[in-house]
């Protein structure tokens, strides 16, 4: 069983910058992808961004060259640093992991951004 606990997310003004942290319970080292994904109010969850095991990345388009996933094995984190923040980025963000074909999640942070 793996757990995620986010931190993070809070209030900011467009344009301002965030980092989200998901620290998880095991080693990500066996983690087969992490990422992050948010949901907006009466929108469906979508992802940000994941990374593979391989240090693969796949970004939604909508947040390239903003937004930043990297990951710490030694710390068993992984960060989504979130730079030029734009009012449509508010939203819950959840941690993701898939480990032996299972998918986990944490339990979400909000994300607001003012305009």
């Known amino acids: 069983q793996v757990q995620l606990v986010e931190s993070g997310g809070g209030l900011v003004q467009a344009g301002g910058s965030l980092r989200l942290s998901c620290a998880a319970s095991g080693s990500i080292f066996s983690m087969q992808a992490m990422g992050w994904y948010r949901q907006a109010p009466g929108k469906q969850r979508e992802l940000v961004v994941h990374?593979?095991?391989?240090?693969?990345?796949n970004y939604a388009d909508s947040v390239k060259g903003r937004f930043t996933i990297s990951r710490d094995n030694a710390k068993n984190t992984v960060y989504l640093q979130m730079n030029s923040l734009k009012p449509e980025d508010t939203a819950v963000y959840y941690c993701?992991?898939?480990?032996?074909?299972?998918?986990?999640w944490g339990q979400g942070t909000q994300v607001t951004v003012s305009s």
């Open positions: 993701n992991a898939v480990q032996f074909g299972l998918a986990y």
């Open positions: 990374i593979t095991s391989g240090a693969s990345t």
